[in-house]
């Protein structure tokens, strides 16, 4: 073999391998980039779950948060509207024709009274439970009683209804604390037929 052979032999050599190595080059940069498409695909579908995963967990404490203002605002509403009734309730009493009033603070005086030498404490504008009525009380307690109910000179800041006051016992019988004490009963129940 002369050189001119052993050269083109060497350079065929030489250029079989350099294919080769452009080949495997080529197929490895392939594989590569078939791999790192695969692993951009899984990312996007992973930022996109996280994506999602994130919004649907802010929606819920949107929801969340406004769910609970909406309960708050209807509970507030809830509550203004049991005040309205319990203060036309109120009203109501205070608005009662004289004899029915009396009645039910003939009622009221006898089941508070303990000694019947107690002070009537009556409101700023009561007119109705006057001395005429606390003479007509006293012949009315049982003979167990001192008889000796007498109506105050001060008034107190009730809108109706009186207190019963001896030494530094009173027992309050005013309209507000009445229909306060019913409402404390009772509002539960109205809560649930006014707004089941």
Known sequence: MNAEQV?????????????????????????????????????DAETGRLAEAAAEDKLQRMLANARMANAKQTL???GAILDEVFEKANAAVNKLPDDQYL???????????????????VGKNESRINERFITQMNRQLNSGFKRN??????????????I?????????????????????????????ELFA
């Not at 079989?16 to 899984?42: F, G, P, R, Y």
């Not at 016992?169 to 649930?192: C, F, G, H, P």
């Open 149 to 162: 109910l007498r109506l105050g000179s001060r008034r107190a800041d009730i809108t109706g209804g009186f």
């Open 76 to 78: 507030a509403a809830k």
């Open 164 to 192: 019963l006051s001896r030494g530094k016992v009173q027992i309050n019988a005013s309209t507000d604390v009445l229909i306060e004490s019913l409402r404390e009963r009772m509002e539960i129940e109205l809560s649930q």
């Open 103 to 121: 009645s039910l603070m003939t009622t009221l005086l006898k089941k508070a009274v303990e000694t019947g030498d107690e002070e009537v404490i």
């Open 7 to 43: 050269v083109k032999k060497i350079l065929a050599e030489a250029n079989a391998k350099a294919e080769k190595i452009v080949h495997d080059a080529k197929a490895k940069a392939a594989e590569q980039m078939s791999q790192l498409e695969n692993e951009m695909t899984d990312f």
